[in-house]
Protein backbone atom coordinates (compact mmCIF):
# COMPACT_ATOMS: atom_id res chain seq x y z
CA UNK A 1 0.00 0.00 0.00
CA UNK A 2 2.72 2.72 -1.00
CA UNK A 3 1.84 6.21 -1.27
CA UNK A 4 -1.36 5.61 0.99
CA UNK A 5 -1.84 7.55 4.56
CA UNK A 6 -2.39 6.69 7.68
CA UNK A 7 -4.13 9.87 9.49
CA UNK A 8 -3.49 9.77 13.89
CA UNK A 9 -6.66 10.75 15.75
CA UNK A 10 -4.97 14.12 15.72
CA UNK A 11 -5.16 15.19 12.34
CA UNK A 12 -9.00 13.89 12.09
CA UNK A 13 -10.34 15.99 15.07
CA UNK A 14 -8.90 18.81 13.01
CA UNK A 15 -10.68 17.96 9.86
CA UNK A 16 -13.49 18.06 12.09
CA UNK A 17 -13.02 21.40 13.54
CA UNK A 18 -13.43 24.18 10.79
CA UNK A 19 -12.40 26.65 13.63
CA UNK A 20 -8.87 25.08 14.09
CA UNK A 21 -6.05 27.16 11.86
CA UNK A 22 -4.94 24.22 10.90
CA UNK A 23 -8.03 23.60 9.07
CA UNK A 24 -7.63 24.37 6.08
CA UNK A 25 -4.06 22.94 5.33
CA UNK A 26 -5.20 19.75 6.62
CA UNK A 27 -7.94 19.80 4.40
CA UNK A 28 -6.04 20.62 1.68
CA UNK A 29 -3.68 18.01 1.95
CA UNK A 30 -6.90 15.47 2.09
CA UNK A 31 -8.28 16.76 -1.40
CA UNK A 32 -4.82 15.84 -2.84
CA UNK A 33 -5.05 12.60 -1.27
CA UNK A 34 -7.84 11.95 -2.64
CA UNK A 35 -10.04 9.12 -0.28
CA UNK A 36 -8.71 6.42 -2.29
CA UNK A 37 -5.34 6.81 -0.77
CA UNK A 38 -6.37 7.73 3.05
CA UNK A 39 -6.95 5.17 5.39
CA UNK A 40 -7.91 5.22 9.49
CA UNK A 41 -6.12 2.98 12.01
CA UNK A 42 -8.79 1.58 14.24
CA UNK A 43 -6.96 2.48 17.40
CA UNK A 44 -7.83 6.25 16.31
CA UNK A 45 -11.08 6.26 15.58
CA UNK A 46 -11.64 3.89 18.77
CA UNK A 47 -10.00 6.98 20.90
CA UNK A 48 -12.10 9.04 19.16
CA UNK A 49 -15.41 7.01 19.79
CA UNK A 50 -14.36 6.73 22.87
CA UNK A 51 -13.72 10.49 23.44
CA UNK A 52 -17.40 10.89 22.15
CA UNK A 53 -18.83 7.88 24.07
CA UNK A 54 -17.49 10.20 27.77
CA UNK A 55 -19.77 12.41 26.64
CA UNK A 56 -22.62 10.78 26.09
CA UNK A 57 -22.49 9.03 29.80
CA UNK A 58 -21.75 12.17 31.41
CA UNK A 59 -25.11 13.27 30.85
CA UNK A 60 -24.94 16.66 30.18
CA UNK A 61 -26.55 18.84 27.57
CA UNK A 62 -24.11 19.36 24.19
CA UNK A 63 -23.65 22.55 23.04
CA UNK A 64 -24.99 23.25 19.35
CA UNK A 65 -20.72 23.23 18.30
CA UNK A 66 -20.49 19.62 19.64
CA UNK A 67 -22.94 18.36 18.33
CA UNK A 68 -21.82 19.68 15.18
CA UNK A 69 -18.48 18.33 15.62
CA UNK A 70 -19.77 14.68 16.52
CA UNK A 71 -21.55 14.69 12.83
CA UNK A 72 -18.65 16.25 11.08
CA UNK A 73 -16.69 13.05 12.75
CA UNK A 74 -19.21 10.64 11.83
CA UNK A 75 -19.38 12.09 8.01
CA UNK A 76 -15.40 11.84 8.44
CA UNK A 77 -15.89 8.36 9.28
CA UNK A 78 -18.05 7.26 6.71
CA UNK A 79 -16.09 9.33 3.81
CA UNK A 80 -13.09 7.10 4.81
CA UNK A 81 -14.15 3.83 5.62
CA UNK A 82 -10.80 2.41 5.26
CA UNK A 83 -9.60 1.12 8.77
CA UNK A 84 -6.71 -0.03 9.25
CA UNK A 85 -5.96 -2.20 12.61
CA UNK A 86 -3.25 -3.52 14.71
CA UNK A 87 -2.91 -7.24 13.44
CA UNK A 88 -0.15 -10.11 12.82
CA UNK A 89 1.79 -7.54 10.22
CA UNK A 90 2.37 -4.59 13.40
CA UNK A 91 4.23 -7.27 15.17
CA UNK A 92 7.21 -7.61 14.61
CA UNK A 93 7.80 -3.52 13.97
CA UNK A 94 5.77 -3.17 17.55
CA UNK A 95 8.15 -5.78 19.38
CA UNK A 96 11.04 -3.97 17.83
CA UNK A 97 10.27 -0.32 18.42
CA UNK A 98 8.71 -1.42 22.26
CA UNK A 99 11.72 -3.44 23.41
CA UNK A 100 13.97 -0.51 22.03
CA UNK A 101 12.00 1.91 23.99
CA UNK A 102 12.37 -0.10 26.88
CA UNK A 103 16.41 -0.78 26.78
CA UNK A 104 16.99 3.23 26.09
CA UNK A 105 14.40 4.37 28.46
CA UNK A 106 13.62 2.02 31.27
CA UNK A 107 14.53 1.06 34.77
CA UNK A 108 16.21 -2.40 34.91
CA UNK A 109 15.33 -4.06 38.72
CA UNK A 110 17.61 -7.64 37.96
CA UNK A 111 15.85 -9.56 35.44
CA UNK A 112 13.08 -7.37 34.69
CA UNK A 113 11.83 -3.67 34.16
CA UNK A 114 10.24 -1.70 36.68
CA UNK A 115 7.70 0.36 34.34
CA UNK A 116 5.45 -2.07 32.80
CA UNK A 117 3.67 0.44 30.64
CA UNK A 118 5.23 3.06 28.00
CA UNK A 119 3.61 6.09 29.90
CA UNK A 120 5.12 4.93 32.67
CA UNK A 121 8.48 5.20 31.58
CA UNK A 122 10.60 8.42 33.24
CA UNK A 123 13.46 10.48 32.76
CA UNK A 124 16.07 8.77 34.50
CA UNK A 125 17.45 12.44 36.01
CA UNK A 126 14.66 14.35 36.68
CA UNK A 127 11.83 11.34 37.08
CA UNK A 128 9.32 13.56 34.79
CA UNK A 129 6.90 11.09 32.89
CA UNK A 130 8.44 10.96 28.78
CA UNK A 131 5.04 11.07 27.72
CA UNK A 132 4.90 8.03 25.56
CA UNK A 133 1.43 6.80 24.50
CA UNK A 134 0.88 2.91 24.14
CA UNK A 135 -2.21 4.05 21.84
CA UNK A 136 0.68 6.31 19.63
CA UNK A 137 2.62 3.29 19.45
CA UNK A 138 0.41 0.65 18.56
CA UNK A 139 -0.50 3.55 15.65
CA UNK A 140 2.93 3.97 14.50
CA UNK A 141 3.64 0.12 14.00
CA UNK A 142 0.25 -0.02 12.34
CA UNK A 143 1.93 2.60 9.47
CA UNK A 144 5.61 0.88 9.72
CA UNK A 145 3.89 -2.25 8.95
CA UNK A 146 2.19 -1.63 5.63
CA UNK A 147 4.36 0.97 4.86
CA UNK A 148 1.99 3.73 4.71
CA UNK A 149 2.57 7.36 5.38
CA UNK A 150 2.06 8.16 9.04
CA UNK A 151 0.22 11.72 8.99
CA UNK A 152 0.36 13.29 12.38
CA UNK A 153 -0.19 17.00 14.25
CA UNK A 154 1.54 15.16 17.56
CA UNK A 155 5.02 16.57 17.61
CA UNK A 156 5.10 15.88 21.90
CA UNK A 157 8.32 14.68 23.15
CA UNK A 158 6.76 11.70 23.26
CA UNK A 159 5.94 11.00 19.69
CA UNK A 160 9.16 12.30 18.97
CA UNK A 161 10.91 9.42 21.20
CA UNK A 162 8.73 7.04 19.42
CA UNK A 163 9.89 8.34 15.92
CA UNK A 164 13.38 8.52 16.82
CA UNK A 165 13.64 5.05 17.79
CA UNK A 166 12.10 4.15 15.05
CA UNK A 167 14.83 5.95 13.06
CA UNK A 168 17.35 4.28 14.63
CA UNK A 169 16.29 1.21 14.37
CA UNK A 170 15.99 1.82 10.80
CA UNK A 171 19.60 2.75 10.45
CA UNK A 172 20.59 -0.26 12.62
CA UNK A 173 19.38 -2.04 9.43
CA UNK A 174 16.28 -3.55 11.80
CA UNK A 175 12.80 -4.21 9.04
CA UNK A 176 11.20 -0.93 10.19
CA UNK A 177 11.27 2.33 7.71
CA UNK A 178 8.45 5.06 8.76
CA UNK A 179 7.98 8.30 6.72
CA UNK A 180 6.12 11.39 8.91
CA UNK A 181 4.20 14.29 7.76
CA UNK A 182 2.70 17.05 9.17
CA UNK A 183 -0.33 18.79 7.19
CA UNK A 184 -0.56 21.68 9.22
CA UNK A 185 2.02 23.25 7.21
Not at 72 to 92: K, M, S, T
Amino acid sequence: MADTYLLDNNVISVAARPGDGRHPRVIEHLRAAAEDYVVLPAMAVAEIEDGLARVDASGNPLPATAIAERERLRQFFNDYPVRIGFDEHAIEPYSLVRSRLWIDLATKNGRRWVEKLPEELCDRITGQTLGIDERDLIIVCTAIAYNLIFVTLDFNPGMQRIVSTVLTLQSEGKPVALTVENWST
